[in-house]
């Protein structure tokens, strides 16, 4: 009973007629949601990323603080061939384990980011692309960092030699793409770039 009470509200709140309409105003700033910065502190500076204090105010007027890790972004690239997706096998020494995930890399400064993509893919595998088309774009975790991660689809693969950077050990894998999936499902693929690009690639029927 419980539940059905619950699917009667959200019937009652959701505007079914308004589609994107409805999600673009649900993202229009509003204020007592915002949050001013009073303050920045610029804590550590890195090659890839730097950390930043903040002092905020927010609309009652009291004030915090928030850590953020500011970075370039990133890119990378869902690449299909013969009914498999191509993935890199690395080690994360920030895990502690292996990973699967899909050629990717940072941008780097002023680098156009499918450009970035082309790259990554090459190096990290050898493959060759004739075109690169946008799949999905995300913020991997907004509450302390602005990373911004661009996933691409390959067109016109071809293969080609790889050449990683210098200290990047990677191999790689051809899974299937119904078995990639079901990795998702069952937690065996865990990287987001990873999990979204593929997701997006099989909702937009593009595997």
Known sequence: MAEKNVEKNVEKNV???DGLAAVRRALE???RLM???VRTDREWEGKIFSVEHLLVELSDGSRDWREIVRHHGGAGVVAVMGGRVCLVRQYRVALGQMTLEIPAGKVDPGEPRDVCAARELTEET???AERLELLTESYGAPGFTN???SVYFAHGLTQGASRPDEGEFVGVVWVDVEDAVEAIRQG???DAKTVEGILAAKAYGML
């Open 29 to 31: 700033p509003e204020p």
């Open 35 to 37: 949050e001013g910065v």
């Open 126 to 128: 050898g493959l060759v």
């Open 15 to 17: 505007e079914k007629s």
């Open 147 to 149: 990373e911004h991660t």
């Open 188 to 190: 065996l693929i865990q």
